[in-house]
């Protein structure tokens, strides 16, 4: 083992002997012993690398760590090499190590030096690098997976690990909207499969924001009662809402309570609620000085009622199809008796919600692709319903998924 301090790259010379038992010399015995040695060498491996790099730090005039009681960052000494034994993760597995410590020479304070070289925080056994590793791993597969796979290439970690490195990087990940992005977005609601709970009784809720180069970002996630609870969402975002030139377009299914969950924060456009076109044009008429209850009056009114009448759960597209020609056509009969009439509010209000009043029917004519948010919620469900999760649990595992097929999450 040499070590030439006077460069930033250190090399470790490694010589090691092992000792490792083989009852024949097929090659899927060698590979079982292989991955047992690769394993075996770990512990003195990283041990190495670290007294190699204790010894450079220490030749150094200005350490790169502090004595935290005097200031002191110039003179030290070693107190021991091979010190009190810690545990850390070392993603094949779990790894003891034995501690080197300095000895601070204006106050004799005993400081270890172990994490530091690591690039680990103080007390910490598992490293952010290593656990998000675990996480995305967790979140991908099924932990019975993750173990199997990990075992045939001699890995040692355990379902307990995974599981808990996967919590905490679900924990840790946020979503918001970006500001360089699109205004314009979709919320939707699904059912989830949460332990103790019949199936469809909580609802998932995913909020993506448009990208300007195509396809979508996740901006909010939660998951809550149906009906109700939407604030989580966009708790993060409200600024960014705010930020935006244009004012933003939410697309929604028609859930009113996503909208008061923004109500009083921030002003965003939404697709057309026909529910309420009726009611508008009660105004509108009144505008126009159209006598209440006049021929022309219930002409408009009733046309209008019947036109976004929307039939739930039509599901046949051939009977969409005609449904749709049919409003349209109608919608048209109207529009063009408010011009011939002189209903110039009237007219107007019609001509503008025209182009956004039937997005939501077309896009079940179009098929449930149509809506982005859809696939997003079903890239979760591919994992979600691999198992009963808790609320927690189920939250965690949907973070990380969308965070890592639509936000740019690695590890
Ligand atoms: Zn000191």
């Given at each position: 083992?040499?070590?030439?301090?006077?460069?930033?790259?250190?090399?470790?010379?490694?010589?090691?002997?092992?000792?490792?038992?083989?009852?024949?010399?097929?090659?899927?015995?060698?590979?079982?012993?292989?991955?047992?040695?690769?394993?075996?060498?770990?512990?003195?491996?990283?041990?190495?690398?670290?007294?190699?790099?204790?010894?450079?730090?220490?030749?150094?005039k200005k350490k790169?760590?502090?004595?935290?009681?005097?200031?002191?960052?110039?003179?030290?000494?070693?107190?021991?090499?091979?010190?009190?034994?810690?545990?850390?993760?070392?993603?094949?597995?779990?790894?003891?190590?034995?501690?080197?410590?300095v000895l601070c020479k204006h106050c004799g304070s005993k400081i270890y030096i172990t994490r530091k070289l690591l690039g680990m925080e103080?007390?910490?056994?598992?490293?952010?690098?290593?656990?998000?590793?675990l996480g995305l791993l967790g979140s991908l597969t099924t932990?019975?997976?993750?173990?199997?796979?990990?075992?045939?290439?001699?890995?040692?970690?355990?379902?307990?690990?995974?599981w808990s490195?996967?919590?905490?990087?679900?924990?840790?990940?946020?979503?918001?909207?970006?500001?360089?992005?699109?205004?314009?977005?979709?919320?939707?609601?699904?059912?989830?499969?949460?332990?103790?709970?019949?199936?469809?009784?909580?609802?998932?809720?995913?909020?993506?924001?448009?990208?300007?180069?195509?396809?979508?970002?996740?901006?909010?996630?939660?998951?809550?009662?149906?009906?109700?609870?939407?604030?989580?969402?966009?708790?993060?975002?409200?600024?960014?809402?705010?930020?935006?030139?244009?004012?933003?377009?939410?697309?929604?299914?028609?859930?009113?309570?996503?909208l008061d969950a923004l109500k009083g924060k921030v002003k965003v456009l939404v697709q057309r609620c026909l529910w309420h076109i009726p009611y508008q044009a009660k105004y509108v008429l009144w505008q126009d000085a159209v006598k209440h209850k006049s021929e022309g009056w219930l002409y408009v009114m009733s046309e209008l009622m019947e036109i976004c009448a929307i039939r739930p759960y039509v599901d046949c597209k051939d009977t969409i199809k005609k449904m749709l020609e049919s409003k349209r056509k109608r919608l048209e009969e109207v529009i063009v008796h408010c011009r011939q009439k002189g209903y110039n509010h009237t007219l107007s209000y019609l001509e503008n919600a025209r182009p956004d009043m039937f997005t939501a029917i077309e896009k079940r004519l179009n098929g449930k692709t149509s809506s982005k948010v859809e696939r997003v919620m079903r890239t979760v469900n591919m994992r979600a319903n691999v198992s009963k999760w808790s609320e927690a649990g189920a939250l965690n595992v949907t973070k990380i998924r969308l965070a890592y097929y639509y936000n740019g999450f690695d590890a």
């Open positions: 083992m040499g070590i030439p301090p006077q460069r930033e790259d250190i090399i470790i010379n490694f010589d090691c002997q092992f000792e490792v038992r083989l009852k024949d010399s097929t090659l899927s015995s060698i590979l079982a012993a292989f991955a047992e040695l690769l394993t075996q060498m770990l512990t003195d491996f990283i041990q190495k690398v670290l007294i190699g790099f204790g010894e450079y730090w220490m030749t150094l790169p760590f502090t004595c935290k009681h005097c200031g002191n960052d110039k003179h030290f000494t070693w107190k021991t090499r091979h010190g009190k034994p810690t545990k850390i993760h070392a993603f094949y597995r779990w790894v003891e190590l034995q501690q080197l410590q103080s007390r910490k056994r598992i490293a952010a690098t290593i656990y998000r590793k932990y019975r997976v993750a173990e199997k796979i990990g075992g045939m290439f001699g890995w040692a970690v355990d379902k307990m690990t995974i490195a996967f919590q905490k990087t679900g924990s840790e990940i946020d979503f918001k909207l970006d500001g360089n992005e699109l205004p314009q977005g979709e919320a939707d609601g699904t059912g989830v499969g949460i332990n103790g709970i019949a199936k469809r009784g909580k609802e998932l809720k995913v909020f993506v924001q448009y990208k300007k180069g195509g396809g979508v970002r996740v901006a909010g996630l939660d998951i809550g009662n149906y009906n109700g609870a939407w604030d989580k969402l966009f708790k993060n975002s409200i600024e960014v809402f705010k930020g935006f030139r244009r004012r933003f377009l939410l697309i929604t299914d028609g859930d009113t309570t996503i």
